[in-house]
Structure formats: structure tokens, C-alpha cells
């Protein structure tokens, strides 16, 4: 089970941190995927973390403001925007899959969160 959280209502240039809690024993094999929904759009890509930690991979969009990263002793990920702009509004969710690595297709992961709104107003 994946649980979001720290979503809400920032200004335009402010930052917000998401955690992510799974419960289960196996966390720390599971990579870590960030996904985003804006109204009337698709899902999409967000960012990715390894198993580990040691690597990460974020969409264009989200390079130089986001920054994911993994407390595996607490089974939980976390995901740092700065700089938010109002098209980074979207119900924001975390997903694991037991692939490991790196990967951005929302097909190659098993298990998803119900999500956080994020709201950026201008």
C-alpha cells in the first residue's frame, strides 16, 4: 500500500515536498516512480528513484526543481518541487515497481498510491 502525502495550495515560486509511505517489507527492492494528472490530461511521468537511492531520473519539465529521494530504513520517498508553477497543478502520485532501476512507463510499475492534490495558484 502506498499512501501520499503533503500535498495543498502553494503560490506560484514556492516549494512543496510529497512523501510517499509503503507499508510491506520489501521496499527497499522496489524502484520509486513519481507520476502526475492535470485536469484533462494524462498521466504523466513525473520522476524516478532506484531501489537504492543512487540514481534518479526526472521528466524535462521537472529537471533543476524536483529532487527525489528515499528513506528505505522508513519505507517512505519523498519528492522536492521548487519553483512551482501553476502547470504543475495535478493530483500527484507515487508508484512502485519491482523491476528495479530506472523507468518512466507507467505500464512497468505494480503498485500505486490514490494520490495528492497540488495546487499552484498564480
Known amino acids: 500500500q502506498l499512501v501520499e502525502s503533503g500535498g495543498g495550495l502553494v503560490q506560484a515560486g514556492g516549494s512543496l515536498r510529497l512523501s510517499c509511505a509503503a507499508s510491506g517489507r520489501l521496499f527497499w527492492t522496489y524502484r520509486m516512480g513519481w507520476f502526475r494528472q492535470a485536469p484533462g490530461k494524462e498521466r504523466e511521468f513525473v520522476g524516478a528513484?532506484?531501489?537504492?537511492?543512487?540514481?534518479?531520473d526526472y521528466t524535462d519539465s521537472m529537471k533543476g526543481r524536483s529532487t527525489i529521494s528515499r528513506d528505505n530504513a522508513k519505507g517512505t520517498v519523498y519528492l522536492q518541487m521548487s519553483s512551482l508553477k501553476p502547470e504543475d497543478t495535478a493530483v500527484y502520485y507515487c508508484a512502485a515497481s519491482w523491476q528495479g532501476g530506472l523507468g518512466s512507463n507507467q505500464i512497468s510499475y505494480n503498485y500505486w498510491g490514490q494520490g495528492t492534490q497540488v495546487t499552484v495558484s498564480s
Open positions: 528513484i532506484s531501489p537504492s537511492g543512487d540514481s534518479t
